[in-house]
């Protein structure tokens, strides 16, 4: 009964590289997220999707693309990866980009990304 | 700048005590929202708490509660009566009321329960 969930849970890989982590959720939300948190457990958001259309695309550099077939899922796809790329990567969902602050995230598990 | 600011990096609590964990944010909206996040070494976020802006009353879930202070942007949480499982990270965190509509996090706040 997973509500939100991403694969694969670790990635090892070296620099240089493309690869890509998936996410599903089964909440039937219409918006979803892509975090990044650091060494330093900041997170910040990377992305959103609403309807499959992209919302926010924050300060990121263009190796990473999100990717969504449908409104249950949203996949980040890294192209060329750098040793800075290290980190884990949450993906999150909420019911509608438009009910405003009110809207809850439910996050992922995670994916603990290792670049070499 | 950051927006969430959570004082204190490490926490400990004895089994069965109360402990509270502090965040000040920073914002000139009137209406938002506040939460805490709980991650456990599994990672996994969890929602914790939540507390809208508006509302005086303080948000409770059982053993967590809240205590918010919309003039001094305050927005503490108790953990009472705590439990080995309540050891994690703890992250507070805003939910911006523009249309980018996106959250902000604290750095964090890692509570050990000592048995």
């Known amino acids: 009964d997973t509500a939100v969930s991403q694969t694969p849970k670790y990635l090892v890989t070296q620099m240089g590289n493309d690869k890509s982590i998936k996410c599903e959720q089964n909440?039937?939300?219409?918006?979803m997220y892509w975090y990044k948190q650091d060494s330093k457990k900041f997170l910040k958001i990377m992305f959103s999707y609403n309807n499959k259309e992209l919302i926010i695309n924050e300060t990121v550099p263009n190796r990473f693309s999100p990717k969504s077939p449908d409104k249950a899922h949203l996949n980040l796809h890294i192209n060329s990866l750098e040793l800075g790329d290290s980190a884990v990567y949450f993906c999150a969902s909420s019911q509608e980009y438009w009910a405003g602050p009110a809207d809850t995230q439910y996050f992922g598990p995670g994916t603990r990304l290792t670049v070499l | 700048a950051q927006t969430v600011t959570q004082s204190q990096p490490e926490m400990s609590v004895q089994e069965a005590e109360t402990v509270t964990l502090s965040c000040t944010y920073d914002t000139s909206e009137s209406d938002y929202y506040l939460f805490w996040y709980k991650q456990p070494p599994s990672r996994q976020m969890i929602l914790v708490i939540r507390?809208?802006?508006?509302?005086?009353q303080n948000a409770t879930e059982n053993r967590f509660s809240v205590n918010f202070q919309k003039a001094a942007k305050s927005f503490s949480l108790k953990i009472s009566d705590s439990q080995l499982g309540d050891a994690a990270m703890y992250f507070c965190a805003y939910r911006t009321p523009n249309n980018n509509n996106d959250m902000r996090f604290g750095a964090g706040t890692r509570l050990t329960v000592k048995p």
């Open positions: 909440l039937g939300h219409d918006t």
């Open positions: 507390q809208e802006a508006y509302k005086q």
